[in-house]
């Protein structure tokens, strides 16, 4: 298992940050390299509405898609707003794997 690691970055609304919180930690403890968000807008970060926070942060999530193996969609009661679809669709455009938490008729 050392050195053969996944790295996984976790997509999601940001309102969802203890669940970021026990992705992050479930997926660690199976071996895997974890990139998540930088800051939790929709969860009290208010530095990600500042003038053009948001769109440099949408970029840089798909930067971190780009290094990732796959990505792991929080979407907790099946929720997935239209940044998350846009970097669902950015990952299976680039051939990357994609997991959910719940499966999509929940």
């Known amino acids: ?13 940001t309102r969802f940050r203890e669940e970021f ?6 997926l660690t403890l199976d071996g895997c390299i974890v990139i998540s968000v930088g800051l939790f ?7 990600a509405w500042a003038d053009g926070v948001k769109e440099m942060l949408d970029d840089m999530h798909k930067r971190k898609i780009d290094m990732s193996d796959e990505i792991f969609v929080i979407n907790v ?9 846009s970097e669902i669709e950015y990952a299976e455009n680039a051939g990357k794997k994609v ?3 719940f499966p999509a008729n929940e």
């Open 41 to 47: 807008g929709h969860s009290g970060d208010d530095e």
């Open 21 to 26: 919180i026990q992705a992050q930690k479930h």
């Open 77 to 85: 009661g099946g929720y997935i707003g239209s940044s998350t679809r």
């Open 99 to 101: 997991r959910y938490m």
């Open 1 to 13: 298992m050392v050195g053969k690691y996944k790295v996984i970055t976790l997509c999601g609304s």
